[in-house]
T-cell receptor, first 113, second 114 residues
Framework: GENVEQHPSTLSVQEGDSAVIKCTYS??????FPWYKQELGKRPQLIID?????GEKKDQRIAVTLNKTAKHFSLHITETQPEDSAVYFC????????????FGKGTHLIIQP | DGGITQSPKYLFRKEGQNVTLSCEQN?????MYWYRQDPGQGLRLIYY???????QKGDIAEGYSVSREKKESFPLTVTSAQKNPTAFYLC?????????????FGSGTQLSVL
């Protein structure tokens, strides 16, 4: 099955700086790569996703890049703000339909004032 | 915030006891999922269902069972065979189809062993 590795496990950045979280996946058939944000005590929520036919996708301060050859994808957050503090999970899914996502172990992003 | 509801918020299990976690959604989603969340372990898939009366095992199905008798409901039973049940359990649902694969999560159930 799919295996998703996520790094780093903890990331501390100064407010206003950029943050980058990286993930690798094992199944070359995977074609959907979402990122979820989980604030303390709350449920995970989708913040951005990318499909294998696209190399990059942006949404305001958030961007995701995908390198299919190397089987890795990254989340980039620019101009970080205190409300960006949370745990971020990457995930991957092979095939279509409703097969479950395989998640990475998460990155705790801390924004230092 | 609504749409998918989990209950109870906290649950305690005694040794040898089966307990059932409830998950209900009013989003008319076909697919429903159960994930287990442990500190530093991410979310691991227990079971999922794409249609009523059908479900598939995920990566860590041993010691768990599910049913899908209604589209809106996907209860999870943690059986006595699950030796390490203490965790945060998240239910999710989604529309089937490549155009929209977003998972909608419930607020979770924290299960602890007495």
């Amino acid at each position: 099955g799919e295996n998703v590795e996520q790094h780093p496990s903890t990331l501390s950045v100064q407010e206003g700086d950029s943050a980058v979280i990286k993930c690798t996946y094992s199944d070359s058939a995977s074609n959907y790569f979402p990122w979820y944000k989980q604030e303390l005590g709350k449920r995970p929520q989708l913040i951005i996703d990318i499909r294998s036919n696209v190399g990059e996708k942006k949404d305001q301060r958030i961007a995701v890049t995908l390198n299919k050859t190397a089987k890795h994808f990254s989340l980039h957050i620019t101009e970080t703000q205190p409300e960006d503090s949370a745990v971020y999970f990457c995930a991957a899914r092979a095939g279509g339909g409703a097969d479950g996502l395989t998640f990475g172990k998460g990155t705790h992003l801390i924004i230092q004032p | 915030d609504g749409g998918i509801t989990q209950s109870p918020k906290y649950l305690f299990r005694k040794e040898g006891q089966n307990v059932t976690l409830s998950c209900e959604q009013n989003l008319n989603h076909d697919a429903m999922y159960w994930y287990r969340q442990d500190p530093g372990q991410g979310l691991r898939l227990i079971y999922y269902s794409q249609i009523v009366n059908d479900f598939q095992k995920g990566d860590i199905a041993e010691g768990y069972s599910v049913s899908r008798e209604k589209k809106e409901s996907f209860p999870l039973t943690v059986t006595s065979a699950q030796k390490n049940p203490t965790a945060f359990y998240l239910c999710a649902s989604s529309i089937i189809g490549s155009a929209n694969e977003k998972l909608f999560f419930g607020s979770g159930t924290q299960l602890s062993v007495l």
